[in-house]
T-cell receptor
Framework: AQSVTQLGSHVSVSEGALVLLRCNYSSSVPPYLFWYVQYPNQGLQLLLKYTSAATLVKGINGFEAEFKKSETSFHLTKPSAHMSDAAEYFCAVSEPSGGGADGLTFGKGTHLIIQP | EAQVTQNPRYLITVTGKKLTVTCSQN?????MSWYRQDPGLGLRQIYYSMNVEVTDKGDVPEGYKVSRKEKRNFPLILESPSPNQTSLYFC???????????FGQGTRLTVV
């Protein structure tokens, strides 16, 4: 069974500061990993995904994430926060070779607050 | 434009009055699913469908029904809504179960 833990339901950073959102996963097989962003009153939008190619994945809006198998982590970072980054962020995992129909399993989300 | 379309966006209803939330995708995806989003609980899968006429329960199926008569459509049915089903609902479609999910804009349901 797969699961995702996102550390910190709320993260607050100053504009221009580093953004770091933490995600740890549990999976019985090498996983696929995803980060989604949800702006107020909108659906979820894919930021980036890891599908067993390069371990450092670049996404939209200047975000990137690094897959670390030894730490079972897939933390999301952005060098310099912008006010428009304020949103809810979800990490998700799936098992590409598990053959199951579970789809993606999501973490509980991290609300990113940007202080001016 | 590739998209998942849900309707309605907002719905207020009374306890026990049957309702249907529609979902349609134009990407010819095999896999479709419904999630509910509640504060502090993230997204929880209600039902999913691997293909036409193939549906199964997710993590929180009680009180919900689905059908998949056509590949593009996956409606969510609440036969007798209750206040604990007040939530934000999302439909999603994937090319396959474990690939990226494309989400609709969401339906905010309030049951009074």
């Amino acid at each position: 069974a797969q699961s995702v833990t996102q550390l910190g339901s709320h993260v607050s950073v100053s504009e221009g500061a580093l953004v770091l959102l933490r995600c740890n996963y549990s999976s019985s097989v090498p996983p696929y990993l995803f980060w989604y962003v949800q702006y107020p009153n909108q659906g979820l939008q894919l930021l980036l995904k890891y599908t067993s190619a390069a371990t450092l994945v670049k996404g939209i809006n200047g975000f990137e994430a690094e897959f670390k198998k030894s730490e079972t982590s897939f933390h999301l970072t952005k060098p310099s926060a912008h006010m428009s980054d304020a949103a809810e962020y979800f990490c998700a995992v799936s098992e590409p070779s598990g053959g199951g129909a579970d789809g993606l399993t999501f973490g509980k989300g991290t609300h990113l607050i940007i202080q001016p | 434009e590739a998209q998942v379309t849900q309707n309605p966006r907002y719905l207020i209803t009374v306890t026990g009055k049957k309702l249907t939330v529609t979902c349609s995708q134009n990407m010819n995806h095999e896999y479709m699913s419904w999630y509910r989003q509640d504060p502090g609980l993230g997204l929880r899968q209600i039902y999913y469908s691997m293909n036409v006429e193939v549906t199964d329960k997710g993590d929180v199926p009680e009180g919900y029904k689905v059908s998949r008569k056509e590949k593009r459509n996956f409606p969510l049915i609440l036969e007798s809504p209750s206040p604990n089903q007040t939530s934000l609902y999302f439909c999603a479609s994937n090319h396959r179960a474990n690939t990226e999910a494309f989400f609709g804009q969401g339906t905010r349901l309030t049951v009074v």
